[in-house]
């Protein structure tokens, strides 16, 4: 049994004021999910430990947008996930398609940082996806086996036991264009059949979250599929409302 997870990526947003009044905002409907679903929220790191001084006794965790592969030294603008931990953080994402873009970031390289994350005690949140000139000529599974193999490579399939997947179609975030439930479900049901391949149990096991213009009105049909365990939310997750009815409807699937 699959407990859904709700999980907003705040990606480079937020005041002092913003986060203060979202995160109280979304303590109660995170401590009312609770036991059904598990809500959270990754910030920009310099906002985690404002997040943890305000979510801190709730059931609202929270987690980082990336983290490095070293723990401390020399290596300037960089979040360690030992420090992370520190601030509270649950999970921290790692492999978002705009870092694995704009950051240059190989499958190579994400899977040292999920390692890294994991070996620190984050839960790492993996993302993975197409782009729209893959997904046009039928490339999506190509694209998300390399991604999830560079991990099972460095990892092995059992690290899938305390980690999560995110399947985000690139073409489908913050663009308004969501993949139908069908599309989602079936690349979902594909990462899963994938998975059995090495293990029926972490295949089983493993939650899968859909990305992508998941808001308040697409989500409870997504969420209704077999395969989709949740979402991992950008713009909708930045106003309360619109978050919190993502995570009802995340309730009503549980
Ligand atoms: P949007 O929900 O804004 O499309 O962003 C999705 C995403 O990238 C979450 O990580």
Redesign the pocket.
């Known amino acids: 049994m699959r407990t859904p997870l709700v999980m907003g ?1 705040w ?1 480079l947003n937020g005041t002092k004021d913003s986060v203060t009044a979202l995160v109280n905002a979304l303590k109660e409907p995170a401590n009312n999910a609770a036991g059904k679903a598990e809500v959270a929220v990754c910030a920009p790191a310099v906002f985690i430990g404002m997040v943890e001084n305000l979510a801190q006794g709730s059931k609202l965790a929270w987690g980082s947008e990336d983290c490095d592969i070293h723990t401390s030294g020399a290596y300037t603008g960089e979040n360690s996930p030992v420090m992370l931990r520190e601030f509270g953080c649950t999970y921290a ?1 790692v492999g ?3 870092r694995r873009e704009y950051h240059k970031e190989c499958s190579n390289y994400v899977a040292q940082k999920y390692q890294a994350a994991q070996q620190n005690g984050l839960i790492p949140v993996l ?1 993975v996806g197409e782009s729209e000139a893959e997904f046009d000529a039928s490339k999506t599974m190509d694209v998300v086996r390399e991604e999830l193999k560079a991990v099972i490579d460095l990892c092995g399939i059992d690290s899938f036991k305390n980690a999560v997947i ?1 399947y ?1 179609p690139i073409w ?4 308004g264009k969501t993949a139908t439930p069908e599309i989602a479900q079936k690349v979902h049901a594909d990462i899963r059949a994938y998975l059995a391949t090495f293990s029926q149990e972490v295949a089983d096991g493993v939650r899968i979250l859909y ?5 308040a009105k697409t989500a409870p049909e997504l969420f209704a599929q077999k395969d989709i365990d949740g979402g ?5 997750s930045l106003k309360a409302d619109d978050f919190s009815a993502i995570i009802a409807a995340a309730v009503a699937n549980a």
Do not use: F, M, Q
């Open positions: 990526n990606k994402i978002h398609s705009e993302c995110a985000e489908a975030i913050g663009t990305g992508g213009s998941c808001n991992l939310v950008g713009g909708a």
